[in-house]
Every structure is written in C-alpha cells, then in structure tokens.
C-alpha cells in the first residue's frame, strides 16, 4: 500500500509542493518546508511550469537505491460539490545525470549521502504539457467547481543492513519559475516518518530485491 501526503492547490498556482520519500511501500512527511522556500514557491504555477525543465531532487543516505524511475507524480482534480473524481494523473520522472541538473546542488553534498536529480520522462514530457491544458481550461470556467491536489513521491530500498540513528533525507525542487532549487525539507529523519507511517520499529525501511537474494 502507498500512501502519498497530499496538498491542497489554488484555482490557478501551487502553494506549495510535498516531496515524499517512499520506502517499503510507505510514506514519509516531508517535514517543515524552510520559510525561504515556501516564499519561492509562491511563483510556481503547475498550470504554466515548463515540464521539460521540471526537477525533483533527494539527498539520501548511500545505503538507500532509487530506481532510474522512481519518481511519479500524481495530479488530481475533484468536484468541490461533490468529491467526485474528475481527472487523475501519474507523470513518470526519470534519473537525470545531467552536469547542469546537478551543478547547484553542490553545496548540499555531504559524506555517506547522494544526491539524486529525477527530470520528466520524455515520454511524457507532452502528456503533461496535455494535463496542464486541461487544468487551465478548468480553471477559465468559472462554473466548473474543481479542487486538485498533488504530490510527488520517490521510492527507494535500502542495499544492506540500516543502521543505527537517524535516516536524515533531504528533498528540493527545481521549475523555470524558480532560480535553481529549492529546498523542500532538510535532513527530516526517514526512520520516524516510515515508523509513524505504520512500517515496523525494527526494520522500517524494506531491503532491496537484491540484498535479500544475498541474505
């Protein structure tokens, strides 16, 4: 079961973005977003945003693997009278390895962490292009009564046994409104967040497929 932190979007901008690192099919908070941050976000506008220049950042523990496709991106509108589903939509992001995807995250490196940078897929860099025309035609009828919400979430495994203390991740986001990227959430602790989630106390974070092979 995954279960993702959804937020609340305006008619026409997003105020704010949650990033969740997702293990063992769990969820994690992404922890209290610097006020910075939340200040920057406030020209991030979902509707207008170029998908092709769209990044997810994450700086974990080396011991944690993110798939090349790990990142997903979820977007969903709703009747405001009804609750009734209108649209609901998954864009993939990809592992990017770029030199400029990169370049100004490096002040955020630290020993035992990596850094890894997800873009949209080119495959559905024009799917989302599709998706934020539909949110601006909803949003121009002023009779339509829609609420949408979003959430992007990373999944991950750890490579080998977890150890002791906390699990310290950090996640930020880049979009051609912002000036390079932003940190969502500074070093919040993995393992409370998977352990509050409902993962088990003892051994929160799943090992990947391959370090279970080799146990």
Same mark, same amino acid.
């Given at each position: 079961? &995954?279960?993702?932190?959804?937020?609340?979007?305006?008619?026409?901008?997003?105020?704010?973005?949650?990033?969740?690192? #997702?293990?063992?099919?769990?969820?994690?908070?992404?922890?209290?977003?610097?006020?910075? !941050?939340?200040?920057?976000?406030? !020209?991030?506008?979902?509707?207008?945003?170029? %998908?092709?220049?769209?990044r997810i950042a994450v700086r974990h523990p080396d011991w944690i693997e993110v798939p090349s496709e790990?990142?997903?991106?979820? *977007?969903?509108?709703?009747?405001?009278?009804?609750?009734?589903? *209108?649209?609901?939509?998954?864009?993939?992001?990809?592992?990017?390895?770029? +030199?400029?995807?990169?370049? @100004?995250?490096? @002040?955020? &490196?630290? &020993?035992?962490? #990596? *850094?890894? /940078?997800?873009?949209?897929?080119?495959?559905? /860099?024009?799917?989302?292009?599709?998706?934020?025309?539909?949110? &601006?035609?909803? @949003?121009? +009828?002023? =009779? !339509?009564? #829609?609420?949408?919400?979003?959430?992007? $979430?990373? =999944?991950?495994?750890?490579?080998? %046994?977890?150890?002791?203390?906390?699990v310290k991740v950090s996640t930020y986001l880049a979009a051609s409104e912002l000036d390079g990227f932003? %940190?969502?959430?500074? +070093?919040?602790?993995?393992?409370?967040?998977? *352990?509050? $989630?409902?993962?088990?106390?003892? +051994?929160?974070?799943?090992?990947?497929?391959?370090?279970?092979?080799?146990?």
């Amino acid at each position: 079961m &995954r279960k993702h932190h959804l937020l609340p979007l305006n008619a026409h901008k997003v105020a704010l973005l949650a990033i969740i690192l #997702v293990a063992a099919s769990l969820a994690a908070s992404c922890g209290q977003v610097p006020l910075a !941050s939340l200040i920057g976000l406030r !020209s991030f506008d979902l509707e207008t945003t170029d %998908p092709a220049r769209l990044r997810i950042a994450v700086r974990h523990p080396d011991w944690i693997e993110v798939p090349s496709e790990g990142a997903v991106m979820h *977007i969903e509108q709703r009747s405001k009278a009804s609750g009734a589903l *209108i649209m609901s939509e998954q864009i993939v992001f990809r592992h990017s390895v770029a +030199d400029e995807d990169l370049a @100004s995250l490096g @002040s955020e &490196r630290r &020993r035992g962490s #990596v *850094i890894r /940078v997800f873009r949209v897929a080119p495959r559905d /860099v024009e799917r989302m292009r599709a998706v934020q025309k539909a949110i &601006r035609d909803r @949003s121009n +009828d002023k =009779t !339509s009564g #829609v609420e949408g919400r979003l959430s992007v $979430a990373v =999944t991950g495994c750890r490579l080998g %046994p977890m150890p002791e203390g906390e699990v310290k991740v950090s996640t930020y986001l880049a979009a051609s409104e912002l000036d390079g990227f932003l %940190p969502l959430a500074r +070093d919040f602790d993995l393992r409370s967040s998977m *352990i509050d $989630a409902g993962a088990p106390q003892d +051994d929160p974070i799943a090992p990947c497929p391959q370090a279970r092979e080799k146990a």
